[in-house]
């Protein structure tokens, strides 16, 4: 076993604010805060399956349109 190295972008663009208020919530920056941790805890607060370990060592895996990539790396 080596270390392994996670390392996680999240692009959050103000349209997709815009989309998730939909007129439901007035659009501030305090909501947009908000938003972002809310973005944040569903991205990372859950379990993800994505198999077997070694099928994901050194590669990317890039957003799929859920506005998450990944990129795991072996450490020395």
Same mark, same amino acid.
């Given at each position: 076993m080596k270390p392994i190295k996670i %390392?996680? $972008?999240? #692009? #959050?663009? *103000? $349209? @997709?604010f815009s989309k998730w208020c939909d007129g @439901? &919530? !007035?659009e501030s920056e305090k909501m947009y805060e908000h938003y972002v941790y809310k973005v #944040?805890?569903?991205k &990372? =607060?859950?379990?993800?399956d994505f198999g077997s370990l070694e099928n994901f060592i +050194? %590669? %990317? #895996? *890039?957003? +799929? =349109?859920n506005g !998450?990539? !990944?990129t795991i790396e072996e450490l020395e």
């Open positions: %390392t996680a $972008e999240v #692009i #959050i663009k *103000p $349209e @997709d @439901d &919530f !007035l #944040i805890h569903s &990372f =607060g859950a379990y993800k +050194n %590669t %990317t #895996i *890039p957003d +799929n =349109g !998450l990539k !990944l």
